[in-house]
């Protein structure tokens, strides 16, 4: 028979803590080690229990959630943080995933849910409550759409003169014609474009120019 899930619950609400407790000591496979009502207790009881899973609130006083976390798995790096919360504003999800929080929950969540994700911790699998998963997604695929979309920024006026050209399908002589400029000029034009657009082809740097309204 395998070993039960030990769960350390860290929360200021004592109401919270036992219905908490209530619930998962009917569940299979999960123990409740112990309850913690503040950060430092929270980490004390840590130590002293060496849960596998805690369930952390973020508001509390004195030690926060976020710091709480951080000093905790410090110490007990292999313990498996989840977040149990009920705000999801962006002061508090980053820096408790940043912290190394493993899933992050809203106290919304049905019993059977905090259950799983408890079982699903022990297996090394995060759970995110998923409009947290959706601002996860947005926040890094953030950057790196406003890094792309700064790349042309790089390019001189007569790159993008060529670049223009190139998203209208012209060939090399078709540009050299145009900007009265030679066919070995223009080809270093291009050569430049590529590298600071990270595009291999002239397809690619066609689409680019497309995307960012630089083509006409």
Same mark, same amino acid.
């Given at each position: 028979?395998?070993?039960?899930?030990?769960?350390?619950?860290?929360d200021?609400?004592?109401?919270?803590?036992?219905?908490?407790?209530a619930?998962?000591?009917?569940?299979?496979?999960?123990?409740?080690?112990?309850?913690?009502?503040?950060?430092?207790?929270g980490?004390?009881?840590?130590?002293?229990?060496?849960?596998?899973?805690?369930?952390?609130?973020?508001?509390?006083?004195?030690?926060?959630?976020?710091?709480?976390?951080?000093?905790?798995?410090?110490?007990?790096?292999?313990?498996k943080?989840?977040?149990?919360?009920?705000?999801?504003?962006?002061? !508090? =999800?980053?820096?408790?995933?940043?912290?190394? +929080?493993?899933s /992050?929950?809203? *106290?919304?969540?049905? $019993?059977?849910?905090?259950?799983?994700?408890?079982?699903?911790?022990?297996?090394?699998?995060?759970?995110?409550?998923?409009?947290?998963?959706?601002?996860?997604?947005?926040?890094?695929?953030?950057?790196?759409?406003?890094?792309?979309?700064?790349?042309?920024?790089?390019?001189?006026?007569?790159?993008?003169?060529?670049?223009?050209?190139?998203?209208?399908?012209?060939?090399?002589?078709e540009?050299?014609?145009?900007?009265?400029?030679?066919?070995?000029?223009?080809?270093?034009?291009?050569?430049?474009?590529?590298? !600071? =657009?990270?595009?291999?082809?002239?397809?690619? +740097?066609?689409? /680019?120019?497309? *995307?960012?309204?630089? $083509?006409?």
């Open positions: 028979m395998e070993e039960a899930i030990k769960v350390l619950l860290v200021d609400h004592e109401m919270v803590r036992i219905g908490l407790a619930v998962l000591d009917t569940e299979d496979g999960i123990e409740v080690v112990g309850e913690a009502s503040n950060g430092v207790d980490i004390r009881m840590a130590q002293l229990y060496k849960p596998d899973v805690v369930l952390m609130d973020l508001v509390m006083e004195g030690m926060d959630g976020v710091e709480t976390t951080e000093k905790l798995l410090a110490q007990h790096p292999d313990c943080v989840i977040v149990l919360t009920s705000f999801i504003d962006d002061s !508090k =999800l980053y820096p408790v995933i940043e912290a190394g +929080a493993f /992050y929950l809203l *106290k919304t969540s049905r $019993a059977n849910e905090i259950a799983e994700a408890i079982r699903a911790a022990s297996r090394g699998q995060s759970v995110l409550e998923s409009q947290v998963a959706a601002k996860m997604m947005n926040r890094f695929r953030q950057p790196k759409q406003q890094e792309q979309a700064a790349l042309h920024e790089d390019l001189t006026e007569r790159e993008m003169e060529v670049l223009l050209r190139v998203s209208q399908g012209l060939s090399n002589q540009i050299a014609d145009q900007l009265y400029i030679g066919v070995k000029t223009v080809k270093f034009h291009i050569t430049n474009i590529f590298n !600071k =657009l990270h595009v291999e082809d002239r397809t690619q +740097a066609a689409i /680019y120019a497309h *995307k960012h309204g630089i $083509a006409e």
